[in-house]
Each structure stands twice: as structure tokens, then as C-alpha cells.
């Protein structure tokens, strides 16, 4: 009862507090992966690279499957509540009040100075997911000082940076539909053990 009082409590932060989507939850994950013992960073990777490729907000996904791993099919109900619950409260509450402030300058004002720490809250959790998926962290601690380019070299993962890099040149160069490089990305997963 106590994990169910904690994602509750956990969620609605996130929920109330991550403006601008789903993956300016992945820092709220994040922070919660490294004080409650629900999930690991690395289990949390493993979270994100599914709540992409399945249907749905990429925030309810993860507050889904984050629940779930702390509680079990509660915790995942209760997580996806408590995200979903003062996003309700606040846009209903923007929608009966906004023609009031729709003209506002500082409304507007408002809106613009969000527009960085959304970014600045997406462009942190791209950071966390590439450190995790690329850099070999538990190899840090072997390497006291990188005196040499080999001592660098050997804490990255060169196959999914590799990959990263094919699918992103797909991506820029064609008009792939980005469902295609999901597929090719969990295909590619699966055929190199990744």
C-alpha cells in the first residue's frame, strides 16, 4: 500500500510538472530510477525503448510500465491515474478560463519562456537515454583516467552507435515513416543481441 501511496505521489509531480509531452517526463524517471528502488537507470532505458514502440503517449506508456515494475498491475494503474490526473484538472481549468487570458500579454509572455525549459527538460532525458544506451558506465570505473584515445574509446558501444547513426541518416536524408525505423531498430536489437 505504501509503493501504490508513493507512485501516486510520484506521478503527480510528474504529471503536474513536465510540460511539454511525454518525453519531458523521461527526467522526472530518471530522478525517480535514482531514489526509490522501483527500477534502474538501465531498466528504465529498456522502459523508454518500449513505450516508444508501442502505441500510445510515450508518458502514459511509461508511467504504465513503471508502475507496473514497482506494484504489479496496481502500481501500473495507479501510476497512469496520477500522471493523467492534474493534466485533466489543468486544462480544464486553462479551457474555462482561458478566453479570459487568451489576449494577456504576460499569459503569453508565459507561454514563450516555457518553450526553453521544455526543451532543456527533453534535450536532459535524450542526454540520460544516450549515456545509457551508448556509454559503457560500469567501464568508468576501471578507467581512473583517460590518458590515452583507447581508454576512450573502450567505453563506448560501437554497434548501437552505429546503429543510432544509420538510422538517423535514414531518417534525415529519406521520408521514411519513423514506425518503419522502429521496427528496423527492434529487428536490429534482436539479430545483434543489443
Same mark, same amino acid.
Given at each position: 500500500?505504501?509503493?501504490?501511496?508513493?507512485?501516486?505521489?510520484?506521478?503527480?509531480?510528474?504529471?503536474?510538472?513536465?510540460?511539454?509531452?511525454?518525453?519531458?517526463?523521461?527526467?522526472?524517471?530518471?530522478?525517480?530510477?535514482?531514489?526509490?528502488?522501483?527500477?534502474?537507470?538501465?531498466?528504465?532505458?529498456?522502459?523508454?525503448?518500449?513505450?516508444?514502440?508501442?502505441?500510445?503517449?510515450?508518458?502514459?506508456?511509461?508511467?504504465?510500465?513503471?508502475?507496473?515494475?514497482?506494484?504489479?498491475?496496481?502500481?501500473?494503474?495507479?501510476?497512469?491515474?496520477? +500522471?493523467?490526473?492534474?493534466?485533466?484538472?489543468?486544462?480544464?481549468?486553462?479551457?474555462?478560463?482561458?478566453?479570459?487570458?487568451?489576449?494577456?500579454?504576460?499569459?503569453?509572455?508565459?507561454?514563450?519562456?516555457?518553450?526553453?525549459?521544455?526543451?532543456?527538460?527533453?534535450?536532459?532525458?535524450?542526454?540520460?537515454?544516450?549515456?545509457?544506451?551508448?556509454?559503457?558506465?560500469?567501464? +568508468?570505473?576501471?578507467?581512473?583516467?583517460?590518458?590515452?584515445?583507447?581508454?576512450?574509446?573502450?567505453?563506448?558501444?560501437?554497434?548501437?552507435?552505429?546503429?543510432?547513426?544509420?538510422?538517423?541518416?535514414?531518417?534525415?536524408?529519406?521520408?521514411?515513416?519513423?514506425?518503419?525505423?522502429?521496427?528496423?531498430?527492434?529487428?536490429?536489437?534482436?539479430?545483434?543481441?543489443?
Amino acid at each position: 500500500m505504501r509503493t501504490l501511496a508513493l507512485l501516486c505521489v510520484e506521478f503527480s509531480k510528474t504529471g503536474l510538472f513536465a510540460v511539454g509531452g511525454g518525453m519531458a517526463t523521461l527526467p522526472f524517471l530518471y530522478d525517480m530510477a535514482a531514489r526509490q528502488p522501483w527500477f534502474t537507470p538501465a531498466r528504465l532505458t529498456d522502459m523508454i525503448a518500449l513505450a516508444q514502440a508501442v502505441p500510445g503517449p510515450i508518458g502514459v506508456n511509461m508511467a504504465a510500465f513503471a508502475g507496473f515494475a514497482a506494484a504489479g498491475i496496481p502500481g501500473g494503474i495507479v501510476a497512469t491515474l496520477a +500522471l493523467v490526473a492534474p493534466t485533466i484538472v489543468v486544462i480544464t481549468l486553462i479551457a474555462r478560463f482561458m478566453g479570459r487570458f487568451a489576449e494577456n500579454q504576460n499569459v503569453a509572455f508565459a507561454f514563450y519562456g516555457l518553450r526553453p525549459a521544455v526543451l532543456g527538460l527533453i534535450a536532459a532525458a535524450t542526454f540520460e537515454v544516450f549515456k545509457l544506451t551508448i556509454v559503457r558506465l560500469d567501464r +568508468l570505473d576501471r578507467i581512473a583516467r583517460f590518458q590515452e584515445l583507447r581508454d576512450v574509446l573502450r567505453i563506448v558501444e560501437w554497434i548501437p552507435l552505429a546503429l543510432f547513426a544509420a538510422i538517423l541518416a535514414v531518417l534525415l536524408k529519406t521520408k521514411c515513416h519513423p514506425a518503419l525505423m522502429i521496427v528496423a531498430g527492434a529487428g536490429a536489437g534482436i539479430l545483434l543481441k543489443l
